[in-house]
Every structure is written in C-alpha cells, then in structure tokens.
C-alpha cells in the first residue's frame, strides 16, 4: 500500500497527517512522538491523498459542521477493544458530549471503564475520531491527548449554537 503524508496548519494547531487510498490512518499533533517511528514503519510520501481532510480539520476548528464525513478512517493498529471504543466515538454527534461511563453501555463494556479511557487516549485519528467529545460523568472535561485546554477550545468551538453540552450542564 501507498502511504502518503503531509502537515495542515492551522489557526490553533499543527497536525500530521498519514492517509492512503484507504484512509486516514493517523491524525496526530506535529510533536507527537509517534510521527517517527510512523515514517520510519510505513515509509510515506510527501502529500495527503485526501486532499479533503485539510478542508475539514479546518472548517471543524472554524465552529463549521461540515458536510464532508465521508472521510474514511482505516485503524492500522490497536486492540478489538480501542477500535470499537474509536468506532463508537465517531457516533457521537457534533457539539454533543457523553461520557466515559456512557460510551462503556454503547460498546456493551460497562464494567471497563478504565480499559475505554485508555483507548480514548491513544485514538490515532484526533479530531476525525472525536475523542475530545468524551468527559467524566460528573462534566469535568477529563484528559486530553493535546491537552485539557485544547480540548476545551474544541468543545467551546462547537458547543457555539448547541444546547447539549454535558461540561456545559447538559445530559
């Protein structure tokens, strides 16, 4: 397969990108210490195949729901546990929130709590797989792979002109 890769800078942040035909396989910050062992692994080339994933990492980070989800997401590595957990995440609507306790009943997995939170964290595919979406029970915003403040910019961002927003009071 043709691994492709390239950087969208924006506004807010800079984010790597590695895609194929098949997909978006990473969506990481440009620090992140995976990028290397990335490159190293699947041997890329410079340029995004889905030249669309800069439009809409661009327009979500402007408060724009776009009408661009058929981006394709293929997970190259994770457990049955993370892809699940990373499926059912993209479920979740824009400007909504749930939570961790929740996204466990969705996968039939209440009793592993902990074992989901983890996989949230390691999502390969931020923003497209909306893990800053998923907050503590209680509201509080939790962790965040590229921060709480981040996060809560990306929440703030799209909570504009929603009623639902669990670390806003909501459901």
Known sequence: MNYCFGFI?????????????????????????RIKNILNLY???KGLKLKKVKILINNLLKGKISKQKNIKI???????????????????PYGHTISYSELGKRIKRPDAVRAI?????????????????VVRKNGDL?????????????????ARGTADSTYRGGK
Not at 11 to 32: R, Y
Not at 74 to 83: P, S, Y
Not at 142 to 158: C, N, P, S, T, V
Request: glycine share 8%.
């Open 9 to 33: 800078e924006t506004p807010i942040i800079k984010l790597f990108v590695l895609d194929s035909s098949e997909g978006v396989h990473f969506l990481l910050k440009d620090n992140d210490k």
């Open 43 to 45: 041997k890329p080339t």
């Open 142 to 158: 939790g962790g965040y792979m590229w921060g709480k403040k981040f996060k809560r910019k990306i929440l703030d961002i799209e």
């Open 117 to 133: 939170a983890s996989a949230v964290g390691k999502n390969p595919v931020g923003l497209l797989v909306p893990c800053h979406r």
């Open 74 to 92: 293929k997970f190259l590595d994770g457990t049955t546990l993370q892809k699940k957990v990373w499926t059912e995440i993209t479920k979740i």
